[in-house]
């Protein structure tokens, strides 16, 4: 596997422990995450060669953060210091019928002041191999924007991948820009595209339903709009409650539908970065098998992460496929 380049916030999370709200407790736990590290180092749990590109405070925090980061192997020495505070957030843990809360703390983060003089993309990507964004970057600053069209183009002229993961979150995007033109200006530049329906109608202006047949028609419909993309994979979630969801996933490839079966996930333990879980396993899984293995692989990753406190995945390759083979049982290894 080449490297594989993830480009974004790098966040603290805080929680009171367990399932408290804030008002109950005041002892709380934090860990560090944010979408596309989530991604990064899930990958690097699987083997792969990661660089995570993104800016930190210029403080122990900061230290903090990127020592964790490095712990996992990820290479982050295209990471920036600044003299803003890390971006942070603060997680109520549901249960049951009782939903979780989070509310964000990250307009004058460090990483909100980044702008394309800070990043050197040709070095970064000097042994990249593929590149991963999602919707939250783009939607935080004109900066981000900017530093981020600017990966992609250069990316995509080496030849690189580009996996699109365009989540649409329309409390993120307060500095001016369109989010639906700047996803559209994005998507230009990538060639696999991670999300469902949702996403398509968001970035299509369409209104498709949910079903297989209408997901294989918007998928079909993306790629004549972006001819660059040559494969959508798409996550489904069943929630019966915040307790206990069930996970499956579907593609359309350009040549074929396919879709696996549900995961059933009884108890969760924190959901948080569970779809990058599932983007980290598929970009692993195009690397290694072929399209329905990997979004298996996917699937079940995805799957796993539901059992980790914490943002990130830290499933191993031979526990995603002991999920992949049935063995859901959960029963003592010894």
Not at 20 to 26: E, G, H, L, T
Request: aromatic share 12%.
């Amino acid at each position: 596997m080449g490297q594989i380049i993830t480009f974004g916030e790098v966040l603290m999370r805080i929680s009171p422990r367990g399932n408290k709200k804030f008002v109950q407790s005041n002892i709380v736990e934090f860990y560090f995450g944010g979408t596309e590290l989530n991604v990064g180092i899930s990958i690097s749990n699987f083997g792969g060669n990661v660089k995570h590109i993104s800016a930190v405070s210029d403080d122990f925090i900061g230290d903090t953060a990127l020592t964790y980061i490095r712990k996992f192997g990820v290479d982050t020495s295209s990471v920036i210091k600044s003299k803003r505070p890390l971006g942070v957030y603060f997680l109520e843990v549901g249960a049951v019928i009782r939903p979780s809360m989070i509310s964000y703390n990250r307009s004058h983060s460090a990483f909100s002041e980044i702008e394309p003089s800070k990043v050197d993309w040709e070095n970064a990507l000097a042994d990249g191999e593929w590149i991963h964004w999602t919707g939250i970057t783009p939607a935080l600053s004109q900066g981000a924007f900017d530093v981020l069209k600017s990966g992609l183009k250069l990316a995509r002229e080496k030849g690189m991948a580009v996996s699109a993961d365009p989540t649409y979150r329309s409390g993120l995007w307060q500095y001016g820009q369109d989010p639906k033109a700047a996803l559209t200006e994005l998507m230009h530049y990538s060639t696999i595209f991670i999300g469902g329906v949702n996403e398509i109608n968001e970035v299509l202006g369409t209104d498709f339903s949910y079903s297989n047949e209408d997901f294989i028609k918007a998928s079909k419909q993306l790629i004549v709009e972006f001819p660059s993309i040559e494969k959508v994979f798409d996550k489904i979630r069943t929630s019966l409650n915040s307790s206990w969801h069930k996970i499956r996933a579907r593609m359309w490839n350009g040549i074929e539908f396919r879709e696996t079966e549900d995961i059933d996930i009884t108890h969760v333990v924190d959901r948080i970065g569970t779809g990058d879980a599932f983007a980290a396993g598929l970009i692993y899984g195009l690397q290694q098998y072929d399209d329905y293995k990997a979004m298996e692989f996917a699937s079940a990753a995805c799957a796993l992460k539901h059992t980790y406190e914490g943002d990130v995945n830290f499933a191993t390759v031979n526990e995603v496929n002991n999920i992949i083979a049935g063995n859901i049982t959960g029963r003592l290894v010894r």
